[in-house]
Nanobody
Framework: QVQLAESGGGLVQAGGSLTLSCAAS????????MGWFRQAPGKEREFLAA????????FYADSVKGRFTISRDNDKNTVQLQMNNLSPDDTAVYYC?????????????????WGQGTQVTVSS
């Protein structure tokens, strides 16, 4: 079983940046894709970005393409989400998740383990 712990959330002004990090507990981290999702109050959990096990392939939702960047460090068992040009619409709880597969996709069903989430609040 993989345990995931997100960090780096907080309060930021519109136009600002934040970098989220997710630490994974298991050695199997290296063999699976990782993804980031978010959930705003009253809304469904939304896919944001995914990165393959070897970090050679990334995939983004249209809503964040060009503003968010996903990366991973397989030596440290971590995955990051760099978020730029944030707006109040980006306010949500952000979750990292580990996939069942080596290639990351948007489907929630692909993801087996989830972190507890970290709150990101963007003020106008």
């Amino acid at each position: 079983q993989v345990q995931l712990a997100e960090s780096g959330g907080g309060l930021v002004q519109a136009g600002g940046s934040l970098t989220l990090s997710c630490a994974a507990s298991a050695r199997t981290f290296r063999g699976v894709a990782m993804g980031w999702f978010r959930q705003a109050p009253g809304k469904e959990r939304e896919f944001l970005a995914a990165i393959s096990a070897t970090a050679t392939t990334t995939f983004y939702a249209d809503s964040v393409k060009g503003r968010f960047t996903i990366s991973r460090d397989n030596d440290k068992n971590t995955v990051q989400l760099q978020m730029n040009n944030l707006s109040p619409d980006d306010t949500a709880v952000y979750y990292c998740a580990s996939s069942k597969f080596a290639i990351g996709r948007a489907a929630r069903a692909d993801y087996e383990f989830w972190g507890q989430g970290t709150q990101v609040t963007v003020s106008s």
